[in-house]
């Protein structure tokens, strides 16, 4: 039987005519006897392979199964426009990075305004050579459109690095150089890029690896450009683009009302408003500090917080709501009100951590003048505590980090197998073969960036004083290579990632406790390591579907990440020096750092106070330990299960998506993933299932409209509404009615913990 797969395999990389004839002419072929190296939740087990297109709806709704290898790429209007954004939109982010709600401008808002530039480009520049360089190449094409958003996009988030500048300037009044600052950024956001080049082969050529993210981006692409395939199917109503323009105008129109007239549509903690003083009640149905038991809110951004509910399969959303509600629902209230962890002291859901005396954990009082732990000082003050979610998350996360390997080496052991033998040539899906016509990068391309980029690792760490030695440097590296492609198989089916922060957080406070920056370093290079990696490959997986050439696509995500990171850093250099009251819990316009202040806490609870004053025997959170065997077990158990009874639901079952769905708490809030869910439920389900061809045709392209929608109403929001004036327009009339303070004004609001102590009570352990 293998010998005939393999056989059918080859014949199938050939992609001639003759042989789609032939696949017509022969006996229906089900789909998952072509393409199934595991069993896939994301397949329909019953669809009949008629044409050479994916097996997938999902990627069949969105993407062409056509090429032109013709259309020019990387153009200088390519190059122009998209290093233009590469600029503007990692800017933004990181401005809106320390605020909450945050609202993270996506490579959708370059996707959009390009496609006129472009257009615009085209029409009106003359078409001559600028030193031997075409000034118009003619039309403006989906695949340069592609390559300008892959510019914008690859860089566009907030560098995690820069959350350890910053940390190091308010926690421990540090401040370096730049140039200490731009080889930390640019060595922890490319030195993954290396692994990226090496994962493609697992996570981008197979067919199942779908990244459903993607999928919206190219369904805006192909909008956008009238393209026209057949897995868009027949129906019939308005066309795509007008249905985009409708959705983006009343998106933008729609989030005045929840972001700044209407704040209460955002917090819709209706039950709150209730009975404001009732602690309990507040707890349960708040959303600053609650577990979002209201259900409801009317705000796109708070919805798509944690990523848009249009772009994740409903088997996988509904993993995430199922870890939320027995984790967060059950679990979280059961270990709360039972005074767990002396939980009742503190407020139910917090991102920060609070000392013996129930107020927010003075580091300064703990460390020495090098941000190292002074033992003496630290058992005068008090031990570290945690809210109850913020310590279950710890818990959570140490479960996914054993469940992944497991749960990888379990379903995915094959797959890997078998890619690590086959060529793109090979692969049995009609986009890989015809990728295999374009030159691939050399090896030794990305051999280059990785040697530079730890070059400037080691200069950084050892120039100036960090605490940190290059043999953790190499360890962190290693912990990275080892998760990348486990996790990026999980990601590119389920749509969510898992984070190994907090494993090199626990790994890095054993080998070198009590020292913050090395913590940081440790977990950056550990994670991030990881996590570019899969930005890359997300990157290349949207090159793969939208037919753009390798080599092009590798310099433009190299040379748009590099400005990226030093834009980053100069705005934030900015923002610290000329927004006053930044990071501060009240600060006006909502520059609290949310991230920043989880990031800071970790390196208080993992860097200066360290894990064995934590989790070791005898500790306060020494229960939370057990996860990772628990993490390791139940997808045994369930891979077990599914052997003897291989229908029954337990094939939906995804643990790693379980344990890792709700990392984003902190700094998530409850109420971000149970509007989420809902939303997820009503069109990945209903509607999917109930209406296919609707969802089809609008799905991918609704998600895109209102997350543009979004994006460009708060950038005019801020710039034209609160930052004028140091947000003193309307300060006494629209910012303080009803509607825009009835959410902030109870116990939800101010984070009431159960119990409040009296002046100079403590609470907690007499010793630590």
Request: with cysteine; aromatic share 16%; hydrophobic share 45%.
């Amino acid at each position: 039987m293998a010998q005939n797969v393999e056989a059918s395999e080859r014949n199938s990389s050939e992609g001639s005519i003759q042989e789609k004839t032939d696949i017509e002419k022969a006996p229906a072929v089900k789909l998952q006897d072509v393409v199934n190296d595991f069993d896939d939740p994301n397949i329909d087990k019953e669809a009949i392979l008629l044409e050479d297109d994916s097996p997938y709806p999902e990627v069949r709704s969105a993407v062409a199964n056509t090429d032109d290898p013709s259309m020019p790429v990387s153009s200088l209007r390519v190059w122009v426009i998209g290093l233009i954004w590469a600029m503007i939109i990692p800017g933004m982010n990181q401005f809106f990075f320390f605020r909450f709600p945050s609202v993270n401008v996506g490579g959708i808002v370059a996707q959009l305004i390009s496609f006129p530039i472009g257009r615009a480009w085209a029409k009106f520049l003359p078409n001559v050579k600028v030193f031997g360089i075409q000034l118009n190449p003619g039309p403006f094409n989906v695949k340069e459109h592609v390559l300008i958003t892959i510019m914008a996009s690859v860089g566009a988030g907030s560098a995690y690095a820069t959350d350890i500048v910053a940390v190091q300037r308010v926690y421990y009044n540090q401040t370096y150089t730049f140039g200490y600052q731009w080889m930390i950024v640019m060595s922890t956001q490319l030195i993954g890029f290396s692994i990226g080049g090496i994962a493609r082969r697992f996570l981008v050529q197979p067919p199942s690896m779908i990244w459903p993210a993607n999928l919206v981006t190219c369904a805006l692409f192909n909008t956008l450009h009238s393209q026209v395939y057949a897995g868009i199917g027949n129906r019939g109503g308005i066309s795509r683009e007008r249905f985009f323009f409708f959705g983006f105008l009343a998106s933008t129109c729609w989030y005045f009302f929840p972001g700044y007239i209407f704040q209460a549509l955002s917090f819709f903690n209706w039950v709150c408003w209730i009975a404001p003083n009732n602690v309990v009640v507040n707890q349960l149905f708040g959303y600053s500090s609650g577990l979002g038991m209201s259900l409801i809110t009317f705000d796109w951004a708070q919805i798509a917080y944690i990523g848009s509910p249009l772009a994740t399969p409903w088997w996988a959303e509904a993993n995430v709501a199922a870890g939320f509600v027995f984790f967060f629902w059950i679990i979280t209230p059961i270990l709360y009100y039972t005074n767990v962890w002396y939980a009742q002291f503190m407020p139910i859901s917090s991102r920060t951590s609070f000392d013996r005396f129930g107020n927010e954990y003075d580091v300064s009082k703990i460390i020495n003048d090098d941000a190292t732990l002074n033992v003496m000082k630290y058992e005068q003050y008090s031990p570290l505590f945690l809210s109850t979610t913020f310590a279950l998350s710890y818990g959570l996360s140490f479960a996914s980090i054993t469940a992944t390997l497991m749960h990888t080496f379990l379903y995915f052991r094959k797959q890997i197998w078998v890619q690590s033998r086959r060529s793109m040539s090979e692969q049995p899906d009609i986009h890989a073969r015809l990728m295999s016509k374009y030159p691939q990068v050399p090896e030794w391309w990305y051999a280059t960036i990785f040697l530079t980029m730890f070059v400037f690792g080691v200069i950084s760490i050892e120039v100036w004083h960090t605490q940190f030695p290059v043999w953790a440097f190499v360890l962190a590296l290693i912990i990275s290579f080892v998760y990348t492609i486990p996790i990026g198989m999980i990601q590119a089916i389920t749509n969510q990632q898992i984070g190994l922060n907090v494993i090199t957080e626990l790994v890095i406070g054993y080998a070198l406790p009590g020292r913050p920056v090395a913590m940081m370093m440790f977990k950056t290079w550990g994670y991030i390591t990881m996590a570019q990696a899969l930005t890359f490959t997300s990157d290349f997986k949207l090159g793969h579907y939208m037919k753009i050439p390798p080599r092009p696509m590798f310099w433009a995500q190299v040379v748009a990440t590099v400005v990226a990171g030093t834009v980053q850093l100069g705005v934030q250099a900015w923002m610290f020096t000329n927004i006053p009251g930044m990071c501060d819990s009240d600060q006006p316009n909502g520059f609290i750092c949310p991230s920043t202040q989880v990031f800071g806490t970790a390196s208080i609870i993992w860097g200066v106070i360290g894990p064995a004053r934590q989790f070791s025997q005898g500790q306060i959170y020494y229960g939370l330990v057990f996860f990772f065997l628990i993490g390791s077990a139940l997808p045994l158990l369930s891979y077990l299960i599914t052997l003897k009874w291989p229908n029954s639901f337990l094939k939906y079952v995804n643990f790693p998506v379980i344990f890792s769905g709700t990392g984003l708490i902190p700094p998530a809030t409850a109420f971000n993933y149970v509007p989420w869910t809902i939303v997820g439920f009503v069109f990945n389900y209903v509607i999917r299932r109930r209406h296919f061809s609707w969802w089809t045709k609008y799905n991918y392209v609704l998600s895109a409209a209102l997350d543009s929608g979004v994006a460009v109403s708060a950038i005019l929001i801020f710039f034209c509404l609160q930052y004028p004036r140091n947000n003193t327009i309307g300060a006494d009339t629209i910012q303080t009615w009803w509607g825009n303070t009835v959410s902030f004004n109870n116990a939800d609001g101010a984070s009431a913990p159960l119990k409040v102590l009296a002046p100079g009570d403590t609470f907690g352990p007499t010793t630590w």
